[in-house]
């Protein structure tokens, strides 16, 4: 689990849970947007599992991604430069947090001088959190400075990022979380949020797990910075980081994400290096830091590749089975570039348990969607549309998401083809 820390003491982090099938992450439940860039004020409703963005292309899907993900981290600065009002719910295991964020009036300095105009600082960004969760309830504001009468404390994610939604919580209910197995389960999952970055549809974080990125493990407790180590990575690593001469090596066997790279790819084996970077073996606290890492991937006739020698869909492929091992939720665009429908099929198992948000061009990720009831079929998609500059982001009505249930179980199977033809794709 995190620690909170003040400016005055070193920031650190104790391993968090590894975000994997079966530990409940964060959920995002509604956003509300009463302003922010073009978008038209609307409320969007979430499902637990599955949420598809449709729509052309220059709708917003990516810019809906982008702000999904800086919800769920409660990543102030995402905001930077921006006029907006916001307001969004979302649940930490059994707690509830009411979350709203805008910019507030800024802040005008009286002339002292006739001859010199008063001064105008930027408006800062607020934020107001309201909890529940059985406990009674527990209300605090605060910006991008800190959380009022708790300024400079900080708690790191997992991977580096900030989780303020982790030192809310702690705030919230100091005792409880850490005395109460229920209540456990919050920090954990207020841990992960941290993390949640989108996806995106080329090869970022390919090239941020590469030699040149931004993966480091450190002796140190916990990630070092924003070191993108995932909880598999210092699990694996973390015992041999002090004896390790100038380079340490696992075989993918040892590393889930690398395994499942390697079952689906065919490859006969593959490990993943890191470098030393910089030691001190001082007495008082010896320390190691580790980094630029590198993949070797064997094929059955004994022919080695290195990374930069994969395919792109091969490289997505990588990237996106690291990514489920530091996000959760998952939040990805057009998921299915340059992907097999065999891996479409593996990397969409892989979320399962998660709540997920899509956006994709490509049928074949909706047609790995199923709908029991048209409630389902109301809070799974939202319609990316324009008009004029406007972009309007909306659920199905009920009307769309009858429609299209009815259509859907009397026969016809694909997902998307009943998009089609309702004409709501």
């Keep these: 689990m995190l620690r909170a820390m003040s400016d005055a003491t070193p920031e650190t982090t104790t391993q968090a849970p590894d975000g994997g099938n079966g530990i409940p992450g964060p959920r995002?439940?509604?956003?509300?947007?009463?302003?922010?860039?073009?978008?038209?004020?609307?409320?969007?409703?979430?499902?637990?599992?599955?949420?598809v963005l449709l729509g052309k292309n220059g709708t917003g899907k990516t810019t809906l991604l982008e702000l999904i993900a800086a919800t769920i981290r409660a990543d102030l600065k995402a905001f930077e430069g921006l006029d907006y009002d916001l307001e969004a719910r979302l649940s930490f295991g059994p707690v509830e947090v009411k979350w709203s964020v805008k910019n507030s009036e800024p802040i005008i300095v009286p002339e002292r001088v006739e001859s010199l105009p008063a001064l105008e600082h930027s408006p800062q960004r607020r934020f107001r959190a309201e909890l529940s969760g059985g406990l009674g309830s527990s209300d605090m504001t605060g910006d991008e400075r800190g959380i009022d009468g708790h300024f400079g404390m900080r708690a790191r994610s997992r991977a580096g990022g900030y989780s303020l939604f982790y030192l809310i919580l702690l705030l919230g209910y100091p005792n409880l979380l850490i005395t109460q197995p229920r209540f456990r389960e919050s920090a954990e999952a207020a841990a992960m949020s941290g993390d949640v970055h989108r996806f995106d549809e080329i090869l970022t974080l390919f090239q941020q797990i590469g030699p040149n990125g931004d993966v480091t493990l450190s002796t140190l407790e916990g990630p070092f910075?924003?070191?993108l180590a995932s909880p598999e990575l210092v699990k694996v690593f973390g015992d041999s980081l002090q004896s390790a001469d100038e380079r340490i090596s696992v075989e993918h066997h040892n590393l889930p994400f690398l395994r499942r790279f390697v079952d689906l790819t065919g490859f006969s084996s593959a490990s993943l290096h890191l470098e030393l970077l910089q030691r001190d073996a001082s007495e008082k606290k010896p320390y190691a830091l580790f980094g630029r890492p590198s993949f070797l991937f064997r094929r059955h006739n004994g022919e080695e590749l290195r990374e930069q020698h994969l395919s792109f869909g091969q490289k997505r492929l990588l990237s996106f089975l690291y990514y489920l091992t530091i996000s959760n939720p998952v939040v990805a665009d057009e998921l299915v570039d340059g992907l097999h429908y065999d891996w479409i099929s593996a990397c969409v198992d892989a979320t399962r348990?998660?709540?997920?948000?899509?956006?994709?061009?490509?049928?074949?990720?909706?047609?790995?969607?199923?709908?029991?009831?048209?409630?389902?079929?109301?809070?799974?998609?939202?319609?990316?549309?324009?008009?004029?500059?406007?972009?309007?982001w909306q659920n199905f009505t009920d009307e769309e998401a009858d429609d299209f249930f009815v259509a859907y179980r009397t026969g016809i199977q694909a997902v998307s083809e009943v998009l089609r033809q309702k004409g709501l794709w």
């Design 225 to 227: 910075g924003r070191s």
């Design 28 to 51: 995002l439940r509604r956003l509300k947007i009463n302003k922010f860039r073009n978008v038209r004020p609307t409320e969007l409703v979430f499902d637990d599992e599955w949420n």
């Design 353 to 392: 348990g998660r709540q997920k948000f899509f956006a994709s061009q490509n049928p074949l990720l909706v047609d790995h969607m199923g709908f029991k009831s048209r409630e389902a079929v109301k809070s799974r998609f939202i319609r990316c549309s324009l008009e004029g500059d406007e972009m309007i």
